[in-house]
């Protein structure tokens, strides 16, 4: 029990000193590839660079004392960083401060359901996710991650459309014309040092060495140029209307904002007590409630749009400074240039998000995007309810992503862990994984952390790195604690590009096209579900969840019609004496005996569909005289196959005909006999295996003449086939 409660403890049955020295090499080896990845992970889960290091502190320690596995590298992932920020846009602005109460809840919600999981041992839920899905995801996923980083690979800043394939299409136009050169540069120039460097050693830390080349060319190059200035030095008018205009919008809409949570909160107070009193229909105010948030919701659609418009603007403006203007130069454009002024040759633009400008402060950008200021110090608080609801209420909100983002996480995490326990001979038990993830996300969650996984690139390097145990996972954490404590200003120089490069060289990994091969090979059906699962991912991302639900929807469709109508194959003798099924293998039948197979469990699903196919048979062959059943591929049988088998002894012996069945198994010969099924039938018509059940029936048949050439004269059966 105690090594159940702390399976940590195992590590230290022969620990010495030679493990401890490889698990910290391999501990501070997994840090130099987790702190930019990390950083680079959280904004694609829409979340300020920073709360990467977050999330990278907590879980992969607690991860790892609490798991089964000892070379797994759990933090943050792409995958479940891009299905944290897909989850969440429809709730709240991403990087603000209600998005970012969101993503800790949702951290602290996916680690609840996988530790309920783990502690009530139903790991196998994690099969409600089939390989061909999965595959079809993943893939589609890989893609979007990858695209989704090209606006800060060019430097260009566009608003994201209701589909990502139009947000693409966006990104493409804006780079066109407005690309930033020297970004571009850096970002593939990262892309070269992370693909040389895993060429020439997989060993070295080639994402770490890429991001310290590019630190030091942006800090010594003037990479990063940014001013801050007043809103009255920029001299065009009708760039400060369009700037007051988007901060009046921003602010409406905040105050919609409340407005909307103030009449959901009251109209969850009236539906309460009108349910206390047992009232079903809907009062007056209840519905005015409803009413009126109709009317605020399509308010505020209507002001997004009208920001949106004034944010592309405003993005697309390009302004011109004097030379050597000093630090808070005046911003002219194209039309209000003076003739006789010099200027600086940049092109700053206004950086503009979702967020209200700060018309004292507006930042303006006059060269490549770095990570900038990351606060110091460690982040240990209990996690806040976003604004405007309950810890119950976001909980309840966010469980149905949470559940998804459970399942996917944890699926990746013990793919990895299984393959290197194949290497290292380890034991793993997956429900304690599943407690080792969810205490990783929940203790994570009092972190700061958003929702985290398993790596496969981390865990690849930890592997590689000779890691014994779970300590090396604790040194990591400590190496983030460090970084956070006392480094953080080494990454301000750090650029946004990189970032986006150590995603896609990162993503790539996660493409295997394959896999739908192997699918299509293995079954056609379970082929075309992956390309489905694919093409559906691609076109609802950013909302993934809904490519996972079509491809989930398709494998239980697929798998309710295949109980519904099993295989029933009629069986005749090929060349090498043994039965097959005659359709598919072209063989001739025997007009008098038919020998059916039926491939399923005989269930309420099913039960009439033998005897429609026993009937069909009896129809195409008016010389017809036995029916027989081989009975081996029959695993199971309920009260409705049961009953169906009755009906069919009825309707097959009623028409001048008999019925017996070969290779019942002792679990359907059970049900038979406690039915008194068995009785009806007779003993003397169940035979053990196929070659006595013809035998028998053959001289039955056949005894008062000689049926010529009959496929199954002389049947000497080895096995049955096809």
Same mark, same amino acid.
């Given at each position: 029990?105690?090594?159940?409660?702390?399976?940590?403890?195992?590590?230290?049955?022969?620990?010495?000193?030679?493990?401890?020295?490889?698990?910290?090499?391999?501990?501070?080896?997994?840090?130099?590839?987790?702190?930019?990845?990390?950083?680079?992970?959280?904004?694609?889960?829409?979340?300020?660079?920073?709360?990467?290091?977050?999330?990278?502190?907590?879980?992969?320690?607690?991860?790892?004392?609490?798991?089964?596995?000892?070379?797994?590298?759990?933090?943050?992932?792409?995958?479940?960083?891009?299905?944290?920020?897909?989850?969440?846009?429809?709730?709240?602005?991403?990087?603000?401060?209600?998005?970012?109460?969101?993503?800790?809840?949702?951290?602290?919600?996916?680690?609840?359901?996988?530790?309920?999981?783990?502690?009530?041992?139903?790991?196998?839920?994690?099969?409600?996710?089939?390989?061909?899905?999965?595959?079809?995801?993943?893939?589609?996923?890989?893609?979007?991650?990858?695209?989704?980083?090209?606006?800060?690979?060019?430097?260009?800043?566009?608003?994201?459309?209701?589909?990502?394939?139009?947000?693409?299409?966006?990104?493409?136009?804006?780079?066109?014309?407005?690309?930033? @050169?020297?970004?571009?540069?850096?970002?593939?120039?990262?892309?070269?040092?992370?693909?040389? @460097?895993?060429?020439?050693?997989?060993?070295?830390?080639?994402?770490?060495?890429?991001?310290?080349?590019?630190?030091?060319?942006?800090?010594?190059?003037?990479?990063?140029?940014?001013?801050?200035?007043?809103?009255?030095?920029?001299?065009?008018?009708?760039?400060?209307?369009?700037?007051?205009?988007?901060?009046?919008?921003?602010?409406?809409?905040?105050?919609?904002?409340?407005?909307?949570?103030?009449?959901?909160?009251?109209?969850?107070?009236?539906?309460?007590?009108?349910?206390?009193?047992?009232?079903?229909?809907?009062?007056?105010?209840?519905?005015?409630?409803?009413?009126?948030?109709?009317?605020?919701?399509?308010?505020?659609?209507?002001?997004?749009?009208?920001?949106?418009?004034?944010?592309?603007?405003?993005?697309?403006?390009?302004?011109?400074?004097?030379?050597?203007?000093?630090?808070?130069?005046?911003?002219?454009?194209?039309?209000?240039?003076?003739?006789?002024?010099?200027?600086?040759?940049?092109?700053?633009?206004?950086?503009?998000?979702?967020? @209200?400008?700060?018309?004292?402060?507006?930042?303006?950008?006059?060269?490549?995007?770095?990570?900038?200021?990351?606060?110091?110090?460690?982040?240990?608080?209990?996690?806040?309810?976003?604004?405007?609801?309950?810890?119950?209420?976001?909980?309840?909100?966010?469980?149905?992503?949470?559940?998804?983002?459970?399942?996917?996480?944890?699926?990746?995490?013990?793919?990895?862990?299984?393959?290197?326990?194949?290497?290292?001979?380890?034991?793993?038990?997956?429900?304690?994984?599943?407690?080792?993830?969810?205490?990783?996300?929940?203790?994570?969650?009092?972190?700061?952390?958003?929702?985290?996984?398993?790596?496969?690139?981390?865990?690849?390097?930890?592997?590689?790195?000779?890691?014994?145990?779970?300590?090396?996972?604790?040194?990591?954490?400590?190496?983030?604690?460090?970084?956070?404590?006392?480094?953080?200003?080494?990454?301000?120089?750090?650029?946004?590009?990189?970032?986006?490069?150590?995603?896609?060289?990162?993503?790539?990994?996660?493409?295997?096209?394959?896999?739908?091969?192997?699918?299509?090979?293995?079954?056609?059906?379970?082929?075309?579900?992956?390309?489905?699962?694919?093409?559906?991912?691609?076109?609802?991302?950013?909302?993934?969840?809904?490519?996972?639900?079509?491809?989930?929807?398709?494998?239980?469709?697929?798998?309710?019609?295949?109980? @519904?109508?099993?295989?029933?194959?009629?069986?005749?003798?090929?060349?090498?004496?043994?039965?097959?099924?005659?359709?598919?293998?072209?063989?001739?039948?025997?007009?008098?005996?038919?020998?059916?197979?039926?491939?399923?469990?005989?269930?309420?699903?099913?039960?009439?569909?033998?005897?429609?196919?026993?009937?069909?048979?009896?129809?195409?062959?008016?010389?017809?005289?036995?029916?027989?059943?081989?009975?081996?591929?029959?695993?199971?049988?309920?009260?409705?196959?049961?009953?169906?088998?009755?009906?069919?002894?009825?309707?097959?012996?009623?028409?001048?005909?008999?019925?017996?069945?070969?290779?019942?198994?002792?679990?359907?010969?059970?049900?038979?006999?406690?039915?008194?099924?068995?009785?009806?039938?007779?003993?003397?018509?169940?035979?053990?295996?196929?070659?006595?059940?013809?035998?028998?029936?053959?001289?039955?048949?056949?005894?008062?003449?000689?049926?010529?050439?009959?496929?199954?004269?002389?049947?000497?059966?080895?096995?049955?086939?096809?």
């Amino acid at each position: 029990m105690i090594y159940k409660l702390f399976p940590f403890l195992l590590w230290f049955s022969d620990y010495n000193k030679d493990k401890l020295s490889a698990d910290v090499i391999a501990g501070i080896t997994v840090a130099m590839v987790l702190i930019p990845q990390s950083m680079a992970y959280a904004q694609l889960a829409g979340l300020p660079a920073y709360y990467g290091l977050y999330a990278a502190f907590l879980p992969p320690m607690v991860a790892s004392l609490f798991g089964s596995s000892r070379q797994l590298a759990t933090g943050p992932v792409a995958v479940v960083s891009l299905m944290s920020a897909a989850s969440l846009e429809p709730l709240a602005t991403a990087g603000g401060p209600q998005f970012i109460a969101y993503s800790i809840i949702l951290a602290l919600t996916v680690g609840c359901f996988q530790l309920f999981l783990g502690v009530f041992k139903l790991g196998l839920v994690v099969n409600l996710l089939s390989h061909p899905v999965v595959n079809g995801f993943t893939n589609a996923a890989a893609i979007v991650i990858a695209s989704s980083q090209f606006s800060k690979l060019f430097g260009v800043y566009v608003d994201k459309a209701p589909h990502h394939y139009q947000t693409i299409i966006n990104v493409g136009k804006s780079a066109i014309h407005y690309t930033h @050169l020297p970004t571009l540069g850096l970002g593939i120039l990262a892309i070269a040092i992370m693909v040389i @460097l895993k060429r020439v050693n997989p060993r070295i830390p080639s994402v770490l060495v890429a991001v310290a080349v590019t630190i030091l060319i942006s800090k010594f190059t003037g990479f990063n140029n940014d001013k801050f200035i007043p809103l009255e030095n920029i001299k065009d008018p009708q760039i400060v209307k369009t700037i007051t205009g988007f901060n009046a919008d921003v602010n409406k809409i905040e105050e919609l904002g409340e407005q909307r949570a103030k009449l959901n909160h009251d109209l969850k107070i009236i539906k309460g007590e009108e349910k206390d009193h047992g009232l079903h229909i809907a009062s007056e105010k209840e519905l005015d409630i409803e009413h009126h948030l109709a009317i605020i919701q399509a308010k505020i659609a209507q002001i997004k749009g009208a920001a949106h418009i004034k944010r592309e603007n405003l993005r697309l403006v390009h302004f011109a400074v004097e030379k050597d203007a000093g630090e808070t130069p005046v911003f002219y454009t194209g039309s209000t240039l003076p003739n006789s002024l010099e200027t600086d040759n940049h092109k700053w633009r206004i950086k503009v998000g979702n967020k @209200l400008l700060d018309v004292k402060n507006l930042k303006m950008i006059g060269a490549g995007a770095v990570v900038g200021d990351i606060p110091r110090g460690l982040k240990i608080s209990i996690p806040k309810a976003p604004e405007g609801t309950s810890y119950i209420a976001a909980f309840i909100q966010l469980l149905p992503f949470a559940i998804i983002i459970s399942l996917l996480g944890f699926m990746e995490a013990i793919a990895i862990a299984k393959s290197m326990a194949a290497k290292t001979g380890q034991k793993l038990d997956p429900n304690q994984e599943l407690i080792g993830q969810g205490l990783g996300n929940i203790i994570g969650a009092f972190g700061q952390s958003y929702a985290v996984s398993g790596s496969f690139s981390r865990s690849a390097v930890n592997l590689q790195a000779n890691a014994v145990s779970g300590i090396s996972s604790v040194v990591t954490s400590i190496m983030v604690a460090l970084t956070l404590l006392f480094f953080t200003p080494l990454l301000y120089h750090l650029p946004q590009a990189v970032l986006a490069a150590v995603i896609m060289m990162a993503v790539i990994g996660l493409v295997n096209t394959s896999g739908f091969i192997h699918a299509w090979k293995a079954k056609r059906s379970e082929g075309i579900i992956s390309v489905i699962a694919f093409v559906c991912t691609l076109y609802f991302a950013p909302h993934l969840e809904e490519g996972i639900m079509v491809g989930v929807g398709l494998t239980f469709t697929m798998f309710i019609y295949q109980h @519904l109508r099993p295989r029933v194959a009629l069986l005749s003798k090929s060349k090498d004496d043994t039965l097959r099924d005659a359709v598919k293998a072209g063989l001739r039948e025997c007009d008098h005996i038919a020998v059916i197979r039926f491939d399923g469990s005989l269930i309420f699903t099913n039960a009439t569909y033998l005897e429609d196919k026993v009937l069909t048979y009896i129809a195409e062959k008016p010389d017809l005289m036995h029916i027989l059943i081989a009975s081996k591929g029959i695993n199971d049988i309920d009260a409705s196959g049961e009953d169906a088998i009755s009906i069919l002894i009825d309707t097959v012996r009623g028409s001048g005909r008999e019925i017996s069945f070969c290779g019942v198994k002792e679990e359907v010969l059970a049900v038979m006999e406690r039915t008194h099924l068995i009785d009806k039938l007779g003993k003397e018509n169940i035979y053990p295996d196929t070659r006595s059940a013809l035998e028998s029936i053959y001289r039955q048949i056949h005894s008062k003449g000689d049926c010529g050439d009959c496929p199954l004269k002389n049947y000497m059966p080895v096995q049955i086939r096809g």
